[in-house]
């Protein structure tokens, strides 16, 4: 029953990378048929993001409620039915409305799963699954380009992915008994989570630090992304096809980072993984940097920094019920996720500002400042967690 559980929760967590790629991949060929600009897939997914961002707030109470398993697969089900509603959209409108359950299911269902796996699974799981919602990611753009080079249209990509989602939703719900059954098995010993307003849980010592420090990842993570091809090409004159190769390999680097990362989780600790996972950031970014006449210590400083990047995300979540308490957990990564997309979603726009107004050569120097600020924050929090006596809650004076 363990194990065919954690395969359900491997599946679950390829359904939450599948989504996750599709409207960039699919974006060329739908705005040119909906005759809207280029721009408005940002308005998309800044509703997206505000969905994500209040389901994960909201994430503690919803699974104090209903069980981790049962807010899994309903949130599946509306991840599944909002992909349903792209598919049968034919106008940009639509599509922002689809939008918004799209984002209230992933942001619940992330924050469920990511603390489930925390409370139940040693840390080489953890680091597996988030490899898998890589290989999630990977895959949709295979599925969106299938249907266009086939001749179908891009709805038809939505829909494939929405038949995979409804399956996934069949399934879960079919596997609510097992997720009972762990329930009372949880890897740091019985929990009953602790009923915590968003006040209470902000006010818990140390939150503050690493809600800063989550934030600096996704800022660091989506940026480095977003602009690596445009910083190659346009400041340091790599072709575009080898600054496309060579971006892509930041996401490879994170999904293999990861898969080989889970061989020594478990023994080298969360907080080794974190820190070592910063400093190779910096190497990364300040490869990047590095103003010589070859381009290529900037080339292998984006894949290096993919390597870092690749267990800092998994530790920090599987860290929090040791750093904050297993009751609390809940609450605690629910306001972690919505962090978490305050960095994705507002960092790396600002950087297009920078760059549209400064310099796009500030690329390696924005990234760095991120990976400082992780380092600061973290080792903030390893301060205070090495003087609380006992866990539990802890308020902020």
């Not at 038949?163 to 009372?184: C, E, H, M, N, Y």
């Amino acid at each position: 029953m363990y194990s065919l559980l954690l395969v359900i929760i491997y599946l679950a967590f390829i359904s939450l990378g599948l989504p996750d790629s599709l409207l960039g991949s699919g974006w060329p060929v739908i705005h040119g048929e909906l005759g809207v600009p280029l721009s408005y897939a940002g308005i998309i997914s800044m509703i997206i993001a505000g969905g994500t961002i209040v389901s994960s707030l909201l994430s503690d109470r919803l699974t104090r409620r209903l069980k981790a398993g049962l807010v899994t697969a309903i949130s599946v089900f509306m991840t599944a039915a909002a992909l349903w509603g792209f598919s049968v959209s034919n106008s940009f409108v639509h599509l922002c409305l689809w939008a918004v359950p799209y984002g209230l299911g992933a942001g619940a269902v992330d924050a469920a799963l990511n603390n489930y796996v925390a409370l139940h699974y040693a840390a080489r799981h953890m680091s597996w699954l988030h490899c898998f919602w890589g290989v999630g990611v990977s895959i949709s753009p295979y599925i969106m380009g299938s249907a266009l080079t086939r001749g179908l249209s891009w709805q038809h990509g939505y829909w494939t992915v929405s038949l995979i989602q409804f399956a996934l939703t069949a399934v879960l719900f079919a596997s609510l008994p097992l997720w009972k059954k762990r329930d009372g098995h949880p890897e740091n010993g019985p929990v009953r989570a602790a009923e915590l307003s968003l006040r209470d849980a902000f006010n818990i010592r140390g939150v503050k630090y690493i809600l800063i420090a989550f934030l600096g990842y996704c800022a660091f993570e989506t940026t480095a992304g977003l602009w690596a091809s445009s910083y190659l090409v346009e400041f340091r004159g790599v072709d575009p096809e080898t600054a496309a190769r060579f971006a892509s390999l930041f996401y490879l680097g994170i999904t293999f980072g990861r898969f080989v990362n889970g061989f020594i989780a478990d023994k080298a600790g969360d907080r080794s993984l974190i820190r070592w996972g910063i400093v190779i950031t910096m190497v990364g970014a300040g490869l990047a940097a590095i103003p010589l006449g070859t381009n290529v210590p900037a080339l292998v400083g984006l894949v290096i920094a993919g390597l870092g990047c690749a267990p800092i995300y998994p530790s920090i979540i599987h860290s929090t019920p040791a750093n904050f308490g297993p009751e609390n957990s809940q609450a605690v990564i629910g306001i972690q996720m919505a962090s978490a997309y305050v960095g994705s979603t507002f960092m790396p726009p600002l950087f297009g500002f920078i760059a549209h107004n400064l310099s796009i050569g500030l690329y390696p120097w924005y990234l760095g400042i991120f990976s400082v600020l992780m380092l600061i924050m973290t080792e903030a929090l390893n301060k205070i967690v090495n003087s609380k006596p006992t866990s539990g809650l802890r308020l902020s004076s």
